[in-house]
């Protein structure tokens, strides 16, 4: 399912137009700076928690030793912040049968 078939399916289940719905979906997970509910709070170092469906959460990766799969040499990846999404115990039933 793409953004526009879920805003459609949105929008037929609750009475809301294609246009509002489109909104709707844009205001909680649209990535661009600023914007998107889930995203800024992430971005604050935040999570988002819905109940039977599951957390977004940031996880911190330390600066560690690679290798260059190409020369073979060693790197260094630098540390970073990385968006997770765990499923909640319901979803993961509903999903798995």
Do not use: C, W
């Amino acid at each position: 399912m793409n953004k526009t078939e879920f805003t459609k399916k949105l929008a037929s289940k609750t009475g809301l137009s294609q246009a509002k719905a489109g909104q709707v979906v844009d205001a909680v997970f649209d990535a661009a700076p600023g914007k998107g509910i889930i995203a800024v709070e992430l971005d604050a170092g935040g999570k988002v928690s819905i109940p039977g469906f599951g957390t977004f959460k940031t996880v911190h990766r330390k600066e560690r030793k690679g290798i260059n799969p190409k020369t073979k040499e060693s790197i260094t990846i630098p540390a970073k912040n990385y968006p997770v999404f765990k499923a909640g115990k319901t979803l993961r039933d509903r999903v798995s049968k």
